[in-house]
């Protein structure tokens, strides 16, 4: 018995980390929905396409293949993209690019037909209200500003990428902001899902609470 196990939370708070940890201990399928946005964004400034153009970017999408492998690499247009769609620019550019109906229309249908055979671990900002809203486990991942933008000035450190604590506080913030009042998928949690607060956490706390949850689930489903 495999289930689809759906990661929901703000920029920063870990989710694809844990979600490609999850999935490696699980032996499932990481299926990392931010990078898909990652991708066009990427595509969108490489190409000039305007970011508040919803009608571009639909056509931008059809035209753009995007593959993610169990591995979890990422490839855009059969190139492998390794850091490239992780700066902040791009950040920046995919907020705003998933803000957009048809963009998020197009790239969740092929979201739920990646995810149709289960077992698969889907992070994202709507994941668990939009793109798999039958998931089995729905986890909700919190960390306070600070502790994300720490998280990220480190990773960054480690890529050799310069960055500002502050500014990361601010720029969090302000996606923050951009993903929770945006009109389409707004980032909330679902009702049925578990909120994790991970500010206090380690990256392998996280994923033994969460695979606890897990084991829950498949004794439950054993007795149905």
């Avoid at 844990?18 to 299926?31: F, G, P, S, T, V």
């Avoid at 793109?131 to 919190?142: G, N, Q, R, S, Y």
Wanted: charged share 30%.
């Amino acid at each position: 018995m495999k289930l689809n196990i759906a990661i929901d939370g703000p920029s920063a708070a870990g989710k694809s980390t844990i979600a490609r940890r999850l999935a490696r201990e699980c032996d499932y399928i990481h299926l990392d929905t931010g990078a898909m946005y990652r991708c066009i964004a990427y595509k969108a400034l490489n190409q000039g396409v305007a970011l508040d153009d919803e009608a571009a970017l639909g056509s931008l999408i059809d035209q753009t293949e995007i593959r993610l492998t169990p591995q979890g690499q990422v490839f855009l247009d059969g190139e492998e993209m390794k850091d490239k769609i992780r700066s902040d620019a791009v950040s920046m550019a995919a907020s705003q690019v998933s803000s957009w109906k048809i963009v998020r229309q197009k790239l969740v249908e092929r979201q739920q037909k990646m995810a149709r055979d289960k077992g698969v671990v889907m992070d994202g900002r709507d994941i668990g209200t939009v793109v798999l809203p039958d998931a089995e486990i729905k986890i909700f991942l919190t960390a306070s500003p600070q502790a994300r933008a720490q998280r990220r000035f480190l990773e960054n450190q480690q890529k050799g990428i310069s960055s500002d604590y502050q500014q990361l506080v601010a720029e969090i913030a302000q996606r923050d902001k951009q993903d929770t009042e945006r009109v389409n998928s707004p980032l909330r949690q679902a009702e049925d899902a578990v909120g994790i607060d991970t500010s206090e956490m380690t990256i392998d706390e996280v994923v033994a609470a969460i695979q606890r949850l897990v084991e829950e689930k498949m004794k439950e489903g054993s007795h149905d």
